[in-house]
């Protein structure tokens, strides 16, 4: 899909961190933007009113995406783990369910979400997840493994989806387009740590890039030592 074929996007999450990244990026871009949250979150997009439409709703409410993808070229979802009501699931159901047959769907979540077996973590970072995933549950805040239910159930569709999995976040300016890998564990991601701007960046990116249709890249910043290293390594071997 061409720049040309995007006109008019949905951000399903717009008031968080990310989201409100990928509606700055987006309207840079001149996209007709229309952002979905939960109603007492539209506050937060109080600085992109005038140029954005907003659509207040549960993001797993199929009627509110319904009405948000309407006419949409692409949908950004951010799924969130939230509660214990299979929030992350019904959202990307939402989407998959009334998005356009032929929308370019964008995803994001994190490294924990396996994709093909082929994904090495860390025995540190398995214990950080599994320990988050029981602590979330038990005061009922998140509900990681409904996140990866969210996301076996994108890999399973025949639509043109692609889920960015996104390391460690920090705030700070651009660095630029991240880097990424198909698998968790390659040695470009080791610095585990990306922008979170440039974590929007490669959304909305992602969008126009026919090469990560059913894809699930796994992303770094590009000025980290391990991408950098990377590069000074590509650059040897030419």
């Known amino acids: 899909m061409g720049t040309d074929s995007v ?13 409100q990244y990928m509606v700055r990026h987006a309207l840079e871009r001149g996209y007709e933007v229309v952002g979905v949250c939960r109603e007492r ?20 409410d199929p009627e509110v995406i319904r009405r948000a993808v309407a006419g949409c070229d692409g949908v950004l979802t951010v799924l969130v783990p939230w509660g214990v009501q299979q929030y992350a699931s ?9 998005a356009r047959p032929d929308a370019r769907l964008v995803f ?26 029981v602590l979330g549950k038990l005061v009922r805040a998140v509900e990681i493994d409904d996140q990866v239910e969210a996301c076996r159930r994108v890999f399973a569709s025949d639509v043109r989806w692609t889920v960015v999995r996104g390391s460690s976040l920090e705030e700070g300016e651009s660095q630029g387009l991240p880097m ?14 990306t922008r ?7 959304m909305v990116e992602a969008l126009t890039n ?13 000025r980290t030592p391990s991408a950098l ?6 650059h040897d071997h030419a």
């Open 180 to 193: 990424w890998s198909s698998h968790v564990g390659d040695p470009v991601l080791a610095s585990n740590l």
């Open 108 to 133: 994001s979540c994190g490294w924990h979400i396996p994709r093909d077996g082929m994904d090495r973590y860390s025995r540190m970072f398995t214990m950080g997840v599994r320990a988050a995933a």
């Open 196 to 202: 979170r701007v440039d974590f929007a960046l490669f």
């Open 90 to 98: 019904g959202t990307a159901q939402a989407v998959l369910d009334n």
């Open 7 to 19: 006109k008019k996007v949905c951000i399903v999450g717009a008031s968080g961190k990310l989201g």
């Open 229 to 234: 290293a990377h590069t000074d390594a590509q």
């Open 41 to 60: 979150s539209v506050p937060k997009l109080a600085a992109f009113e005038a140029r954005m439409a907003i659509v207040p709703g549960p993001t797993n």
């Open 210 to 222: 026919d090469t990560l249709v059913q894809q699930a890249p796994a992303i770094v910043g590009c």
